[in-house]
């Protein structure tokens, strides 16, 4: 039988699918089907987190196994046939709690599922002579939003969650996370198909960090229809109903994929499309060049699934065709005119008839209309019967996405926005460019790079890492604030009593925003922080980039910062691969590995602050000759 390599390397039949199908992306579970290049290996930051949710599951298993009396473990280390035998056997003599099992196999439902933990409900077995469970998963992120104290699983999984809950309801504050729910649906099809299901509902639980377990009713309705699904069922659905059409959609690509490899001619059901979960995916080394060539919509920032299809819905299928819709009618449609109904009454009337008179109650629509020189009903031939289309789509700003997908086309990297005529940076005498670096426990890192411009002569720069690597974060990040916000707090003193300016600067303040407000919270600084965000002296790159030019890719730093020739010194620099390194500078036993993450890290963030001077830089010399978008017109569409 055909076997396909799935994400968790588990080769298993192509028939039989395990619970993480329904969520994948179904152009990846056609490449692992078709293979037709070796996907990216895992990047180290994927291992560093899986490695982290195996150590939360052994810590979560160990401690169910000493309280729960009655709790089976099925040793994960056996054959597939022998943990499903010893899973089956304890669910047959009605185990209170079977940890790490594996559910016997669908052959129907072509499935195969191992969750977790199997929790018994109820005090004796099912008419049908079988005990029922309810499936739960141990993940490691958060699944409540509530301050509560580390949980009681064990607690918490004596208490059948519709006894717990009053059958209404899921738990209160719970995380919907539609990943984690997709796999509880497909245990419980599993459950169903041997009979060992409960019989009042469909329910499933997550534990998750802080040993925080939630309940979930997976018959609540919740979700959208799939962007993914060609014939989208009417929404919202339950978690149960998204999962079966996942699942049904995944099996039908893969079995496409299969009769492809013995007929080139059958057709496959599967394309890329830009996802978020593209970024880590194996398959982007096939994936991205795929989608520059065809000049794929989701390309574009700002156009999703949902956007996509609907430029689709209306023959608008790349970025060329988006280029080449009419802006002004675009304008119109975006400014709520009522085009259709406008056309309608105009074709009963001579051409020059003024627009008021066929409309004259919709003065705020005459005078759009106006602006943008359609004053009689003659006027109306200019505008675009493709672009008309868009009219009560639901699209949102389609001006804009027209502006972006001619700006990824046109020749220049960048060009300036419609209005506005000339680029414009605050400067500053002493310049004092800020990136922070943190982990989930805290903020270990204020890196500062400061320039003090002189009248003459070369900038006085000095890169200042306020920097602690106290593996307890949430301590350490108090010290290495404390001393930023010291020297901070020195440097806007110092520039006040010299008469100089001085400007503060980030890229995408909310992230550096959030972090100061908390910290300075803990250190009774919260009034003088605010008032330092709120200020002038605070400046906002990112804000000032996208306020004034538009690229048509994205506008994360690592992006623009290249429109500057800025490049980082080291490759594999990201956020992914500096949270790795941190978890090697504060805790790896080898001080060479901890001396070599630290010097990483510092360079990383040295890095990060100097880029946005070249940033600022490139905006306030290089980037002022940019042409604006509107020179563009429809020009770049084919
Ligand atoms: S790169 Fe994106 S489109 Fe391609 S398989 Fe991965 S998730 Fe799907």
New binding site residues.
């Given amino acids: 039988m055909t076997a396909v390599e799935t994400e968790s390397s588990e080769v298993v039949p192509a028939s039989l699918q395990g619970g993480y199908l329904a969520k994948q ?4 579970v056609q ?1 692992d089907v078709l293979r037709p290049v070796d996907p990216l290996p895992t990047s180290q930051f994927r291992m560093m987190l899986a490695a982290a949710g195996n150590a939360f599951e052994r810590t979560v298993f160990a401690e169910l196994l000493s309280s729960v009396s009655g709790a089976v473990e099925v040793d994960r280390t056996r054959e597939p046939n022998c943990r499903e035998a010893l899973t089956t056997e304890a669910m047959r003599a009605g185990a209170q709690l079977v940890i790490g099992g594996r559910l016997p196999v669908d052959a129907v439902g072509h499935r195969v599922g191992e969750p977790d933990l199997l929790v018994r409900a109820g005090d004796e077995p099912k008419v049908n002579g079988r005990w029922a469970y309810v499936p739960v998963d141990v993940k490691h992120h958060i699944v409540r939003d509530t301050p509560e104290l580390p949980g009681n699983p064990a607690e918490s999984l004596g208490v059948a969650p519709w006894v717990e809950t009053g059958g209404a309801a899921a738990s209160e504050f719970a995380r919907w996370t539609y990943g984690d729910l997709v796999q509880l649906a497909h245990y419980q099809r599993l459950l169903e198909a041997c009979g060992h299901e409960i019989s009042e509902g469909r329910w499933g639980g997550i534990i998750g960090v802080g040993q925080q377990l939630a309940w979930y009713d997976l018959d609540a309705p919740c979700w959208a229809p799939s962007e993914y699904l060609e014939e989208r069922p009417a929404g919202p659905l339950s978690t149960m109903e998204s999962y079966d059409a996942a699942f049904a959609h995944r099996l039908t690509v893969i079995d496409a994929a299969l009769r492809q490899r013995r007929d080139p001619a059958v057709p496959l059901l599967a394309e ?4 978020p ?2 970024a880590e ?4 080394v ?3 060049p795929r ?1 520059e060539e065809a000049g794929d919509l989701s390309l574009l920032p700002g156009v999703d699934m949902r956007k996509r299809r609907l430029h689709q819905e209306r023959r608008v299928t790349d970025l060329h065709g988006l280029a080449g819709l009419d802006d002004r009618t675009a304008r119109l449609v975006a400014a709520g005119v009522q085009l259709a109904d406008l056309i309608e009454r105009a074709a009963a009337v001579e051409p020059r008839t003024s627009i008021g008179e066929v409309i004259p109650r919709r003065h705020r629509q005459i005078a759009t209309l106006a602006r943008e020189g359609v004053r009689n009903v003659d006027d109306l031939k200019g505008l675009s019967g493709q672009t008309l289309r868009y009219e009560n789509s639901g699209i949102g700003d389609l001006p804009g996405q027209i502006d972006r997908a001619r700006a990824r086309l046109g020749p220049e990297p960048a060009y300036r926005r419609r209005g506005v005529d000339r680029l414009g940076v605050p400067r500053a005498d002493i310049e004092i460019d800020i990136d922070m670096e943190n982990v989930e426990q805290g903020t270990y890192l204020w890196g500062v790079l400061f320039t003090e411009r002189r009248p003459s002569g070369p900038p006085a720069v000095e890169y200042l890492p306020f920097v602690s690597w106290d593996p307890e974060t949430s301590t350490g990040e108090l010290d290495a604030f404390e001393r930023f916000w010291e020297w901070l707090r020195g440097q806007r003193a110092a520039a006040a009593a010299s008469d100089r300016l001085l400007r503060a600067y980030c890229y995408s303040k909310s992230a550096e925003n959030s972090q100061m407000r908390r910290i300075a919270g803990r250190l009774g600084l919260e009034e003088e922080v605010k008032a330092f965000l709120a200020s002038e002296q605070w400046v906002d790159l990112y804000a000032v980039f996208r306020d004034q030019l538009v690229t048509g890719t994205t506008m994360g730093l690592k992006t623009v910062a290249q429109l500057a020739g800025f490049r980082w010194r080291s490759e594999d620099a990201g956020g992914g691969q500096a949270m790795v390194r941190y978890a090697e500078a504060v805790s790896d036993p080898n001080v060479t590995i901890r001396v070599e993450a630290r010097r990483w890290l510092l360079e990383y963030n040295e890095d990060d602050v100097r880029a946005t001077v070249a940033l600022r830089e490139w905006l306030d010399v290089d980037a002022r000759p940019l042409p604006s978008v509107e020179t563009l017109g429809n020009a770049t569409a084919t």
């Fill in positions: 992306c179904p152009e990846a490449l890329p499309i830009l996802v979960a593209c995916c194996g398959w982007r096939w994936c991205y989608l």
